[in-house]
Nanobody, 133 residues
Framework: EVHLMESGGGSVQAGGSLTLSCTASGSTFDDPDMGWYRQAPGNECELVSRIGSDGISYYLPSVKGRFTISQDSAKNTVYLQMNSLRREDTAVYFC???????????????????????????WGQGTLVTVST
């Protein structure tokens, strides 16, 4: 079983920055894809960013240019650097892991009614990010 431990959430003023971290532990796996979903109250769960074992990344259009995903494979850790935060970025952010490198829309749904969704191999407990104006 894979366990994901998130950290780095908190409160920040609009325009500020936060960095989320997520470290995977547990079952042996090689070069998984990792990423982040988020869900705000009353909203759907949405895919924020994904990074593959090949380094290729995806970003939700509304965060592109402001958020940067990166990974340290040796530490099984993925990071989400969030700059120029907006009030609408307020949400619970969930780290996810995919051992099989599945397809977007199938293994990696762009949206779901709830987080965690019935997809992927592991989900973190979630970390709250609150952006105030």
């Amino acid at each position: 079983e894979v366990h994901l431990m998130e950290s780095g959430g908190g409160s920040v003023q609009a325009g500020g920055s936060l960095t989320l971290s997520c470290t995977a532990s547990g079952s042996t796996f090689d070069d998984p894809d990792m990423g982040w979903y988020r869900q705000a109250p009353g909203n759907e769960c949405e895919l924020v960013s994904r990074i593959g074992s090949d380094g290729i990344s995806y970003y939700l259009p509304s965060v592109k240019g402001r958020f940067t995903i990166s990974q340290d494979s040796a530490k099984n850790t993925v990071y989400l650097q969030m700059n120029s935060l907006r009030r609408e970025d307020t949400a619970v952010y969930f780290c996810v892991l995919d051992m099989a490198g599945g397809d977007y829309g199938v293994s990696w749904p762009y949206r779901s009614t709830h987080c965690p969704a019935d997809a992927l191999d592991a989900w973190g407990q979630g970390t709250l990010v609150t952006v105030s104006t």
